[in-house]
C-alpha cells in the first residue's frame, strides 16, 4: 500500500464560495437542465401518468436524495484533503492505488456529456433568438418545423439553412461563453452566472406557466384541445401501468439525470466549501430547488400547451419521438400560433439555454480542477486545455449527427457510466471509508439533523438500488446497444468512432491521472 | 380527456409534497442564517 493517496496536498490557493446562496444556486443549476422541462414531462405521460410520481418519489427518497448525500460528503472531505476532483477525492477515501482511477471515470463522464450538451445547449441559443426575430413564424405543422430543426442541423439542405454553418456559429458562441465563464472562476463566474441565470430561469418559467394556465381551449374548434386536457394526460393515474418494471425504471432514470448525480461535478462544488460548513441542508436545498423546477415548473409548461394545440393523439406522437421533438418541433409551433409568440418563445428557450449553460460549466471545472489541483496549471492554461479538448471532439458531434454519434456518447456515459460511477462512489463512501464516519462529515456543521433511517438507505438500499438498476439496463439495454441492434449499416462505423474516441478521452484521463501522482510523489 | 379525481389527486400530492419540502428547507435556511 503506498501512502502517497493520504498526502494533504495543498493548492496554494483555493477558491471558496462567496456565499451559500451563491452556492445553492450554483449546485441547484447544475442539476436543473433541459431535463426538468423536457425530459420529465415526456418520462411521465408515457410511464402511468400520475402514477409515475409514485416510483419518481421512491426514487428521489431511496437513490436521489442519499447519492446528493453522498456526493456532498465527498466532495466536503476530498476539499478538506486539497482535492477538487474525483481522483484525489476517492484517493482520500480509500488508501489504495486503485482509488484514483476509479474517480478517473468522474472526470471522464463530465467531460463526455459536455462534449455533445453544449451542443444542444447551443440550439436553445440560437431558437431563441430566431424566436425573437420572428424567424420561423411562417412554418406551419410539425413536419416542417421538424425540417427546419433538420435544416438546422446541416441535415437538410432543402430546409432554410444551406449547411451547418448558423448552428456551428451558435455553438462556438456557446463555447464561448461557457470557457469565459470557466476561466473567471468559482465566485466570479460559476457563481455569479447561478445568481444571474437562476433568478431568470424562474422568472421566464413562471411567466410561461402563467401564460399556459390562462390559454383555456385556444381554438374553439376543438373544444377537447384545452390545457385541462393536457393536466388530466399528464396526471390522471394509470396504476397497471406500475406493474410494469420499465415504469421504475424509468422513474429512477429520471431521478439521476434530473439531480445530476454520478457525473463527478457536485463534489467539485462541495470541495469550495468551508470546513465546517453544512452539506446536509445544502444538498437538500438543491435537491428540493431542483424537485420544484421539475414537477411544478417543467411538468406545466410543455405537455399541457401541446395537448392544447395538437390534440391528445398527436401529443402521445409527440412525446413518443423524444425530448427534443417536443423542445424544439412541436413548442416553436405553438409560438407561432400564439399571441406574443415571438416573446414567450424566447422566454422558452431562453430559460432552456440557462437551464443549460449553469449545467454545462458544471461539467467543465472537474477537468479545470484537476489541471490546476493536480498538474499544478494555471486557470488560463487549464481552461484552454479543455477548451481545445472540447472543441476537437464536439467537431465529431456536429458532422455525424445524423449518424447518432451523441446518441452512443449519451447512452455510454450519460446513462450507463452514471450508474456505474454512482455505484462505485457509493460502496467507497458508505462500506470502504464507513458509514459511520460518512454519518459524522454528513453533520459536520449541519443545520439539520438528518433521520437516522437514511444511514441505513444510504448503506444498503441504495446500493440495492443501483446494483438491481444496473442489471436491468445491462440486460435491456446495454448488451443490446453494444452489439449495435437496430442501428442503420451506414451509422455503424460513426458509432465505432464515437466509442473509439470515449475510449481515447478516457485513457488520456487515465494516463494523466497517473501523471499527476507519480509527479507528486516526485516532488 | 377529463381531469379525474384520481388525477387531481396525483396533481395535488407531488405539488404539496415539493411545496412542503421547500417551505421545510427554507425555513431552515433562514434559521441557520440567523445563527
Known sequence: MSNDQQTPFKPPQRERWASRLGLILAAAGNAVGLGNFLRFPVQAVSNGGGAFMIPYFCALLFLGIPLMWIEWIIGSHGGRKGHSTAPGMFAALWSHPAAKYLGALGLFLSLTVMIYYVYVESWALAYSIFSFLGYYSQVADLAQMSGFLQSYQGLNPQGPFATVATAYFFLILTLLLNFTILYRGVSRGIELLAKVAMPLLFLFALVLVVRVFTLGTPDPAFPDRSVWSGFAFLWNPRFEELANASVWLAAAGQIFFTLSVGMGTLHTYASYLREDDDIALTGLSTSTLNEFVEVILGASIAIPVAVAFFGLQATQEIARGGTFNLGFVSMPIVFTRMPQGELLGMLWFGLLFFAGITSSVAMGQPLVAFLQDEWGLSRKKAVLALAAVVFASVQFVVFFYGYGFDHEMDFWAGTFGLAVFALIETILLCWVFGIDRAWEELHRGAAIQVPRAFKWIMKYVTPGYLIALLTIWTLDEALPKLRLQGVPLEAVPYRWQARALMLLLLAGIVVSVGLAWRRRRKA | ?35
Do not use: P, Q
Open chain 2, 1 to 35: 380527456m377529463e381531469l379525474t379525481w384520481g388525477g387531481l389527486v396525483f396533481w395535488f400530492t407531488a405539488w404539496a409534497s415539493v411545496v412542503i419540502l421547500s417551505v421545510f428547507v427554507l425555513s431552515r435556511l433562514v434559521k441557520s442564517s440567523g445563527k
